[in-house]
C-alpha cells in the first residue's frame, strides 16, 4: 500500500511538471523577433500572417515574411534585388545611401492581390510592388513621384488611396493603374497635426501612418515622440475616410510605438509595434489588443506583457532570419539564401558561389579606404540577446593592400581582418566605436587559411562585441578591447555581421569564404 502511495505521487508530481512546462512553452517572450525588423506592416489571408519590414540601403530590400502564429517568422522573398541604380545606391564616387533607401512600407491585399508599397527619399520616387502570389514573389514595380513620406496604402471598392505626411496627415487618390496619383483628385489634409493628443511640447511629429477599416469605422495609426517623454502611439478615427478624425493616445509604455493591427481567425487582436533597443536596432513587440467604446485598447493596464499566451518562439536560426550558410549549392539552388543581404549595391561581377565549390568567392574591382566606403559587403543581422558569428577564409590570393575579413557594420564599427603589405599578411583588429578609426598592432600571419569569430552581447542593452581569430579553428584568442557598439542615425540600423574583402592599393585578388556559422550563444 505505501508503494502505491508513493508510486501515485510520484505519479501526480511528474504530470505536475509536464503540465508547468507546457504552460511555460504556451507563453511567448516580448520581444517577439529580438533582431532590427523595424517598421513591421502586417496582414492576415486565411490562417497565415505576412509581414514586410525596413531595410533601407540593404540589397536585395523588403523583405516579405511569413507566420502561422504572429510569433514565428520565416523570409519568403524580398520585393526587389535592386531598388535603383546610381551612386549612392550603388556605394560609388564617394556616395552612399546609409540610412536613406526604402523606409517604412505597407502591405496589403485586395481583390486577390498583394500590393506592397514603400519610398525613398534617396530617388523621390514612390513604389508600389504587386503580385498574386506572395509566397513565390515575382514582384511587378511601378513608381512614381514624389516620395509620399510614412504613407499607408489603402483600397476602398475600385479606388486606392495613399495617406502620408509627419505632424500633418494627407490623402491622395492613386490613378487606377497605381502608376501615380490621380492630380483630378484635389490632396486633402485630414487630419492638421496628428501629434495633438499627445501634447503640445514638440518632439517627432505624428508620423508612421497605418489605416484600417473595422466595423465601418476607419483607425489611423501614428507614432509621436513628445519632447523629454518617449515614442508614443496616437490614434484617429472617423466614420469617413476623409474625416473628421478624433484622437487620443493608445499606448505610452517602454517607447514602443509604431505599426497596427491584426486579428486572429479566433478573433483575438493584437498591435504589433517596435521598440528602439541600442545597437540591435529596432526590434518587434506584439501587444494585445481589447476594445472599449469602439477605440483599441493597447496593453495591460496601458503596459506591455511580457510574456503572450502564443506559441513559444523557436529561435532566430530556426526562423531563417538569420541562417548559418557553408557555401554549397546545388545547380538549382539560389546563389545566396534570404537571410543575407548585400551593403548597398552589389557588383555581382566581383562575387560568386559557384567558382569554387563549398566556397563564396569576394574579388577586388576598385579601390577603397575605408569599410564603410568598400563594395560588394555580405551581411547578416546581429541578433539578441545573445549572437555569435564565425567563418574561414582562405587568403592565397589576395594582393597587396588587400584587407579581407569579418566585421560588425555600422557607422561605428569593428573589424578583424588580414591586410596585406610588400606581400605579407598580418592579422589586424579595427576599432571604430568612438567614431576615430584605431588599429592593433598588426600580428604576422604565415599561413593562408585563417579562422575569425565575433561575439555580441545586447542583454540589457549591454551592446558589446569580442573579436577572436585562431590558427587552427580550435584554439581561440581575442584581439583588442571589447568594441561598444552604439546605434547611430546616420546608418538607422542595427549591427550586422559582415563578410568583406576590399583593395587599398590595386585590384585583382579575392579571398575564398568557406563559411559563416551563427549561434545563439
Known amino acids: 500500500m505505501l508503494f502505491q502511495i508513493r508510486y501515485f505521487c510520484l505519479l501526480f508530481l511528474f504530470l505536475l511538471n509536464c503540465y508547468q512546462a507546457n504552460a511555460q512553452q504556451s507563453n511567448v517572450v516580448n520581444p517577439v523577433i529580438f533582431a532590427d525588423v523595424p517598421d513591421a506592416s502586417v496582414i492576415r489571408v486565411g490562417d497565415t500572417y505576412y509581414m514586410s519590414s525596413t531595410t533601407m540601403h540593404m540589397s536585395p530590400g523588403l523583405p516579405i515574411m511569413k507566420s502561422k502564429d504572429l510569433v514565428n517568422w520565416t523570409m519568403l522573398n524580398y520585393a526587389y534585388n535592386s531598388l535603383d541604380g546610381g551612386d549612392k545606391m550603388d556605394l560609388a564616387n564617394g556616395k552612399n545611401a546609409y540610412g536613406n533607401g526604402t523606409w517604412a512600407s505597407s502591405l ?8 506592397v508599397s514603400t519610398f525613398s527619399q534617396t530617388t523621390g520616387k514612390t513604389y508600389i510592388f504587386q503580385t498574386k502570389d506572395i509566397e513565390k514573389g515575382n514582384w511587378q514595380m511601378k513608381s ?9 496604402l489603402y483600397f476602398e471598392n475600385d479606388k486606392a488611396y495613399m495617406i502620408y505626411g509627419s505632424g500633418k496627415i494627407k490623402l491622395v487618390q492613386l490613378k487606377s493603374d497605381l502608376s501615380g496619383i490621380d492630380t483630378s483628385f484635389p490632396e486633402q489634409v485630414i487630419i492638421e497635426n496628428a501629434s495633438t493628443p499627445s501634447g503640445k511640447n514638440g518632439g517627432l511629429p505624428a508620423e508612421g501612418s497605418q489605416l484600417f477599416k473595422i466595423n465601418n469605422k476607419y483607425y489611423l495609426f501614428n507614432i509621436s515622440w513628445p519632447m ?4 508614443t502611439v496616437i490614434v484617429h478615427r472617423a466614420e469617413n475616410l476623409f474625416g473628421p478624425y478624433e484622437g487620443k493616445v493608445a499606448l505610452q509604455d517602454l517607447g514602443v510605438a509604431q505599426g497596427g493591427l491584426v486579428n486572429t481567425p479566433e478573433g483575438n487582436w493584437f498591435a504589433y509595434l517596435f521598440r528602439d533597443f541600442g ?10 489588443v481589447t476594445w472599449k467604446n469602439e477605440w483599441p485598447v493597447l496593453g495591460i493596464d496601458g503596459k506591455i506583457p511580457q510574456t503572450l499566451d502564443l506559441p513559444i518562439h523557436k529561435g532566430m536560426i530556426a526562423s531563417a532570419i538569420v541562417a548559418s550558410d557553408d557555401f554549397n549549392r546545388k545547380p538549382n539552388d539560389p546563389d545566396l539564401p534570404l537571410a543575407w543581404q548585400w551593403n548597398h549595391n552589389p557588383d555581382n561581377s566581383l ?79 579595427v576599432d571604430a566605436a568612438t567614431g576615430s578609426i584605431n588599429e592593433t598592432a598588426p600580428i604576422a600571419l604565415k599561413q593562408d587559411r585563417i579562422y575569425f569569430k565575433v561575439v555580441c552581447n545586447f ?63
Open 459 to 521: 542583454e540589457n542593452r549591454k551592446d558589446t562585441a569580442q573579436f577572436y581569430y585562431s590558427l587552427d579553428g580550435k584554439n581561440w584568442n581575442s584581439i583588442g578591447k571589447s568594441l561598444k557598439m552604439t546605434y547611430t542615425i546616420p546608418h538607422f540600423m542595427g549591427y550586422r555581421f559582415a563578410l568583406f574583402n576590399y583593395a587599398t592599393q590595386q585590384i585583382g585578388g579575392y579571398v575564398d569564404v568557406d563559411y559563416l556559422h551563427v549561434s545563439e550563444k
Open 108 to 115: 496589403r491585399y485586395h481583390n486577390g492581390i498583394f500590393y
Open 144 to 152: 512614381f513621384r514624389p516620395s509620399l513620406h510614412d504613407h499607408s
Open 351 to 429: 562575387w560568386s558561389v559557384r567558382k569554387r565549390k563549398g566556397y563564396l568567392r569576394l574579388a577586388t574591382g576598385r579601390i577603397d579606404t575605408s569599410f564603410l566606403t568598400a563594395r560588394n559587403t555580405l551581411t547578416q543581422r546581429t541578433f539578441g540577446p545573445f549572437s555569435s558569428a564565425n567563418t574561414a577564409m582562405d587568403l592565397s590570393k589576395m594582393k597587396d593592400g588587400d584587407f579581407a575579413g569579418l566585421g560588425l557594420l555600422q557607422k561605428n564599427f569593428g573589424q578583424i581582418g588580414v591586410r596585406v603589405h610588400n606581400g605579407s599578411k598580418a592579422i589586424i583588429f
Open 228 to 231: 523629454g517623454s518617449m515614442r
Open 279 to 288: 545597437a540591435v536596432g529596432r526590434i518587434p513587440y506584439l501587444v494585445p
